[in-house]
């Protein structure tokens, strides 16, 4: 079972999130949910997932806290 750990920009972008939409961010994490999207390195040896950032998918823009983003 992979463990999960979140760095400081994915934490930052979840806080952005009213507290319902985190929920479901964080209990989705390996999926789409509506227009959210997670970005994430699995390291199989490990077995860690590390959430890199969370963002809202607008048309074919992400926006990470608001603002206009990119990986």
Do not use: C, S, W
């Not at 994915?10 to 999207?37: G, P, T």
């Amino acid at each position: 079972m992979y463990e999960i750990e979140y760095t400081a920009d994915a934490q930052a972008d979840l806080a952005y999130f009213q507290k319902h939409e985190q929920v479901l961010i964080v209990a989705e994490v390996e999926r789409r949910l509506r227009n959210f999207r997670v970005f994430y390195n699995p390291d199989e040896i490990v077995q860690i997932v590390d959430i890199i950032r969370v963002g809202e998918k607008r048309g074919n823009t992400v926006f990470f806290r608001g603002k206009r983003g990119e990986l």
